[in-house]
């Protein structure tokens, strides 16, 4: 059975919509700012924030501007929004969705949080009511008018590749016909915080690869595909769904092996259960987050797949921010558009190899027939994801 | 010296939630990292780097550049001797 | 379909915790929940050996780890964001305990995490049950745990939940294989999200295939996302003993509506 991918959906920092994103990004446009706008307390770090507050963003989704959902499901709306559309009608399909997320309602918990640590009878309860992860799962499929088989996947940075991974299985197992798949997160304090507290956020903005790399950016958004089994389709599918695993790195809660074990394990399963050879990639979307660690265990792991022929790859985080446990979505949206348009996304701020790889990313927007793609998405508790998209 | 170690070690076994370990268990000149000793890890450091800033006003910007201060309580107790506010 | 091979709980585990996690780095880190749901993962497996021969791990939780979450909340709270300790913001994490688990065995297998509120345990069996139904998995390890706190507690209390119901918490891990070995205890037939609640007589007619089945709706107060596991538990030991079919029936403060179905072998 062929799955195809029939629609995408996407907000970052870069903006509401694929075409937003496209033209950011051809002018070779960052959207990391210096500082948030909206977070609830300042931030010294720069972010990935998509320019809209809740109200315009609820208004845009088609919500009052009074609306009551939390941000990731606002977010979530607006992508999915756009990718079912972008799909076609599909009445008579069994839609489904996976959504991945890892903060959930978390920006607004904090708020709440806030007021009722200084009295537990203090808070507004409408404030941690969308608290858990389902939650902007269930609004999304409640607004987008999804009835099929939804759940919620949390796997950190790597939710929505998952999401994807559980989406396929889905389709080929006959619980739906198409199902919408990706992330959404949203910053907060919590994982502003967090990443912070493990002195990976970089100061500046984030530099993927890089021998220099300080760490990396946060950022928020969403990112959806549309899988649909192939006979179902009422139009040209952008590309194939050819592939993906999931390993466990299995080495430390949070940080990678030297060697990238389940990275390599994750992308070296995906091309034997595909079929396809290492040479028959023609880009690689990395995670690349522009942490010491992520980049060279990442580095690592491609070469020694690829041996000395590493294909053209590049991170779009410098562009995005990391985005957690959107990213996957984001970047399969990337990885679809790079198969549809036959070009490749640049990696920002690359200056100096790393030495102990000597890898050089794609650093300048680059036209090529592209026929394989593969994204990675790599999380903590080792969690290791591949995807694999191919032109036919 | 022999009460900042003392009290290093109390914060250690505190911070770092070393369960069934004594302050007295710790051997100051033993390695904190790695397999040796006391086996601590990269989320360990972060927390020593809390520590130093928290107790004695000592702020360490990666544990990368830490690495020879970590070595072992002695060595943590001389850096701080040194450079505590 | 899928066999079920073992079933473990927070209520039946024999091992103590340092036999569970032998590395003391691993456990001095995890809160009572990730304790709790590590060491019922490792009853259900027979121990290392046990998950080293997994396929798959696939973990459910409603809330995920709340004291974690909460702890560093507070924390940010009381400092303004800063000077924070990495550890709770590390272990809030929702795939914290899939992840825990893993690192005992080093078993780099895949590793999936579901956080849909009461329909977290199924969505953990589904994937289970389609990654068998599949052949990329011979035994796949699928659990479910949620945690109850103060804070949660007097949140929903807030809320209201607690007038008809009581709070609870738990942990339960089950092990399920393709086919049928000498050592199954029964199987699962089916695992359904309804799109809306059914009464008894409307799920036997539905669901029951022999007449001396049951048909197991919510039999008490106790109500938390990942509830259902435990009553999968209580059904699988009740099929053990001989009861041929028992169509277990969910719901999460009358909403959200599951339906999983044992029979015996």
Redesign the interface.
């Known amino acids: 059975m062929k799955i195809a991918v029939s629609g995408i959906g996407i907000v970052s920092c870069l903006g509401i919509g694929m075409e937003a994103n496209r033209a950011a990004i051809s002018r070779q446009e960052s959207g990391i700012v210096p500082k948030s706008r909206f977070l609830s ?1 300042p ?1 010294a770090f720069p972010v990935g924030e998509v320019p809209f507050c809740n109200a315009d963003l609820a208004l845009r989704a088609g919500l009052g501007e009074r609306c009551l959902y939390s941000r990731t499901a606002l977010l979530g709306i607006l992508a999915v929004q756009e990718a079912l559309a972008d799909s076609g009608e599909g009445k008579d399909l069994r839609t489904g969705l996976v959504s991945g ?2 903060v ?1 309602g978390m920006d607004r ?2 708020v709440f ?2 007021d ?2 200084s009295d ?2 203090h ?1 507004r ?1 409408r404030d ?2 969308m ?5 902007s ?2 609004a999304i499929a409640r607004h987008c008018g999804i ?1 099929g ?8 940075c790597s939710s929505a590749a ?1 999401a994807i991974l ?1 989406a396929a ?2 389709i ?2 006959g ?1 739906a016909d198409r199902v919408v798949a990706g992330g959404t997160d949203v910053l907060s ?2 994982t ?3 990443f ?4 990976i956020l970089d100061k500046k903005p984030c530099r993927p690869f890089d021998a220099d790399r300080a760490g990396l950016n946060l950022g928020e958004g969403a990112g959806y595909i549309v899988l649909q089994r192939e006979d179902t389709l009422q139009k040209e599918p952008y590309a194939y769904f050819a592939g993906g ?11 990678s092996s030297a060697t990238g ?2 990275c390599y ?1 994750a992308m070296h399963d995906t091309l034997r259960k595909a079929g396809v050879a290492a040479s028959q990639i023609d880009y690689v979307n990395a995670h690349g987050t522009g942490t ?1 660690n992520n980049d060279l265990s990442e580095s690592r792991a491609l070469c020694r797949l690829f041996g000395d022929k590493v294909p053209p790859f590049s991170s779009t985080k410098g562009f995005t921010g990391h985005t957690l446990a959107a990213a996957g979505g984001i970047e399969a949206v990337f990885s679809v558009e790079a198969l549809r348009r036959g070009v490749i996304y640049p990696n920002l701020n690359f200056f100096r190899p790393m030495e102990e790889t000597g890898l050089v990313p794609v650093t300048e927007s680059r036209e090529a027939p592209l026929r394989y793609v593969l994204s990675n998405s790599l ?5 290791c994801t591949a995807l694999l998209f191919s032109k036919n | 010296m022999e009460t900042l170690v003392r009290e290093l070690k109390e914060h250690l076994i505190r911070e770092l939630n070393l369960e069934d370990i004594t302050p007295e268990d710790i051997d100051s000149k033993a390695p904190l990292f790695g397999d040796e000793g006391l086996g601590l890890d990269s989320i360990d450091a972060l927390e020593i780097i809390l520590i130093l800033e928290k107790n004695y006003g000592i702020k360490l910007q990666n544990s990368a550049e830490a690495k020879p201060v970590f070595y072992s309580v002695e060595t943590l107790a001389e850096y701080i001797a040194k450079n505590r506010r | 379909m899928c066999y079920i091979e073992a079933v473990a709980t927070h209520l039946n585990l024999t091992h103590d915790i340092k036999e569970v996690v032998p590395d003391a780095t691993l456990r001095r880190r995890m809160s009572r929940i990730v304790k709790m749901a590590t060491a019922a993962a490792f009853e259900c497996t027979g121990g290392v050996q046990g998950i080293a021969a997994l396929d798959a791990i696939v973990t459910a939780t409603g809330l995920g780890c709340l004291t974690d979450s909460e702890r560093f909340l507070e924390q940010i709270h009381r400092t303004g964001g800063q000077m924070l300790n990495p550890t709770p913001f590390i272990q809030s994490t929702f795939n914290t305990v899939g992840a825990q688990i893993a690192l005992l065995a080093k078993n780099r297998c895949y590793n999936m995490t579901y956080v849909h509120r009461s329909r977290s345990f199924e969505s953990a069996l589904t994937d289970a049950m389609l990654q068998l139904k599949e052949g990329d998995a011979r035994r796949v390890l699928a659990g479910a745990f949620d945690e109850n706190t103060p804070t949660q507690h007097h949140i929903m209390e807030r809320m209201g939940f607690w007038r008809k119901a009581e709070d609870g918490e738990g942990a339960v891990f089950t092990l399920l294989t393709a086919e049928a070995t000498a050592n199954s205890m029964a199987r699962v037939s089916r695992v359904e999200f309804l799109s809306s609640p059914l009464s008894e007589q409307q799920c036997r007619e539905r669901y029951a295939t022999c007449s001396d089945g049951q048909v197991w709706r919510s039999l008490d107060k106790t109500v938390y996302p990942c509830r259902s596991a435990l009553r999968f538990a209580e059904a699988v030991e009740e099929v053990r003993k001989g009861v041929p079919e028992i169509v277990v029936y969910n719901e999460y403060f009358g909403k959200e509506p599951t339906v999983i179905v044992l029979q015996c072998l």
């Open positions: 307390a931030s997320t890892s959930g918990t904090e949080y806030a009722y640590l537990p009878a808070g309860l941690v009511a608290h858990d992860c389902a939650a799962t269930l009835e088989y939804t759940t919620t996947i949390s796997t950190a998952n559980a299985r889905l080929r197992c619980i304090l919590f502003l915080g967090g912070g507290s493990l002195m695993e999931n390993a466990n790195d299995a080495y430390h809660q949070t940080a074990e389940g394990k010491l999380g903590f508790g080792g969690n």
